[in-house]
């Protein structure tokens, strides 16, 4: 492949080697869309199996696409079936395809989705990657999974902000619906973190909080139609989810949990959705809760982030969330890392029990910390942030851009890896795996359901058990239960008036034997 040209959205090309196999971009043949074979422009070459399952979705019809250049992404909310396209001769093979996007590989996994690296190509060598998030196949029969999944794309894309991580596309293939975002070459700031747990400079932890806040900022002053205030809360502010890129600056993602004005769209209204070391105390006493519990659990972080250690910590998710409840924060100057007391301020006012005495917009705690850090010289400018991310992930991000570079390359059938472990070829993708692994139920975003509703499953399966093995024992045993039940005609109560009353048996009337 003549790699000379320009990559338009990527780093300047290198020499003619492939990566090694460690960086290698997963095989065609392993994340392959159903079964296929190559169309009539390349029948002259040795034809491939291109079994298994990419993303988990089902088999799909497969189509040819028209060239580069005109290729077209299916329409919103509709069936977009992936396509093979036809192969140049001469040229590496492609990946696999969804609509326009070929799948280079997994980047992430989460809760709910899965998170893949795609590329988009068109004539003159444009090159540009995007962030594929596929519902996972397990939920993908979930109603209330999948209105959650496409929420996030009606929010996000209603979002026009540099600090706001940007929705491209939005498609439903088969049963599963995927969205399409802009892809922020870097780490989570949950992974910078991992990385950095006794060293983490203040202003440069400053930068990155603000650049949140703007985030924020947008989607709370976020209107509709109507020109009346949208009511955007995102209801999971937390470190992993603040995307902090190469290019120094922090963007906000994933508001599939997010809500506008008082409509819950997340699901029922007994559960509780969030990760419960950065829920608001409202949010944990299922009070009505607005935008001041975005800018609590951002506070959250922020302790977090300059201290070392974490504010709410429990064994369990009940014990967190009663801490949570508590609210009691200590100044983060005299926890771990002692960071400067002119922080502990703004610290302690986002963290404020009451929503009334906390800062009441993000624009008004982005000012009160911008103004702090200005005065004691804590706030870095976006190049030392830049070169902070690069440090910390610079060989895994070059790895993964010089895989994205070669392409998806078909391997010879004896030399595939196992899915799964083609699957995490692409880098940071076993760091996240690790960090997953890791965490606990702080760190995870999860379902929380009330006390009184488990309460209410629990006698519901315990009667149902009951049934059950009432059910079982009068198949097997039914003489027993019969007379347990005093089904059995011939059984005779012992009589406390003296005398034995007679038993009667068929129409016929018979003495009772003594």
Not at 247 to 275: M, P, Q, W
Not at 297 to 316: P, Q
Not at 405 to 418: F, K, M, T
């Amino acid at each position: 492949m003549d790699r000379k040209r320009t990559q338009i959205g990527l780093a300047p090309p290198v020499d003619e080697a492939r990566p090694s196999s460690r960086f290698a971009v997963v095989p065609v043949k392993t994340l392959s869309i159903g079964n296929a074979r190559s169309d009539q422009r390349s029948a002259q070459r040795t034809e491939r199996s291109r079994g298994g399952t990419m993303l988990g979705l089902a088999p799909p019809k497969l189509e040819r696409a028209p060239d580069d250049g005109g290729a077209e992404s299916g329409s919103p909310g509709a069936a977009a079936p992936p396509t093979m396209r036809p192969h140049a001769q001469g040229t590496r093979d492609r990946g696999p395809v969804l609509g326009r996007y070929e799948v280079l590989g997994r980047i992430a996994r989460g809760g709910m989705g899965v998170v893949y690296l795609c590329r988009v190509t068109g004539k003159g060598g444009f090159r540009r990657l995007f962030a594929l998030k596929v519902l996972q196949k397990s939920l993908s029969r979930d109603p209330a999974a999948a209105r959650m999944f496409l929420h996030e794309a009606r929010v996000a894309a209603r979002i026009y902000d540099p600090h706001v991580v940007g929705i491209v596309d939005v498609g439903v293939h088969g049963t599963q619906p995927y969205l399409v975002m802009d892809y922020v070459e870097g780490g989570s700031f949950h992974e910078l973190l991992e990385r950095h747990p006794d060293h983490r400079p203040p202003r440069l932890i400053v930068p990155i909080v603000l650049d949140a806040l703007g985030g924020l900022a947008a989607a709370h002053g976020l209107t509709g139609e109507n020109g009346e205030p949208a009511g955007i809360v995102h209801s999971d502010v937390s470190p992993h989810n603040m995307l902090v890129g190469i290019d120094g600056h922090c963007r906000l993602s994933d508001f599939g949990i997010a809500r506008a004005g008082a409509n819950v769209t997340t699901g029922r209204a007994d559960v509780l959705y969030g990760k419960p070391a950065y829920l608001s105390p409202e949010q944990a006493n299922r009070q009505p809760d607005d935008h001041r519990s975005d800018l609590f659990s951002l506070g959250v972080v922020l302790w977090n982030a300059l201290t070392g250690e974490r504010l709410f910590d429990g064994g369990s998710q009940q014990e967190i969330l009663s801490k949570v409840r508590a609210a009691r924060a200590p100044a983060p100057s005299t926890a771990r890392l002692h960071p400067p007391a002119c922080l502990d301020a703004v610290c302690l006012k986002a963290l404020a029990r009451d929503p009334a005495a906390r800062y009441q917009s993000a624009e008004e705690m982005a000012r009160d910390l911008r103004t702090t850090a200005m005065h004691a010289n804590l706030l870095a400018p976006a190049s030392e942030v830049a070169a902070w991310i690069k440090e910390t992930f610079g060989a895994e991000l070059s790895a993964r851009r010089l895989a994205a570079l070669g392409g998806s390359g078909a391997e010879p059938a004896n030399s595939d890896p196992e899915p799964a472990q083609a699957a995490d070829r692409l880098p940071l993708a076993n760091a996240r795996r690790r960090a997953m692994s890791r965490s606990n139920d702080a760190a995870r975003t999860v379902v929380l359901i009330s006390e009184r509703d488990k309460n209410r499953r629990a006698v519901v399966y315990s009667a149902a058990l009951v049934i059950v093995v009432a059910i079982l024992a009068a198949v097997l045993w039914p003489d027993r239960v019969a007379r347990i039940f005093g089904a059995d005609g011939a059984a005779v109560q012992p009589s406390t008036s003296g005398t034995d009353p007679p038993v009667t048996s068929g129409e016929s009337v018979v003495p009772a034997r003594r």
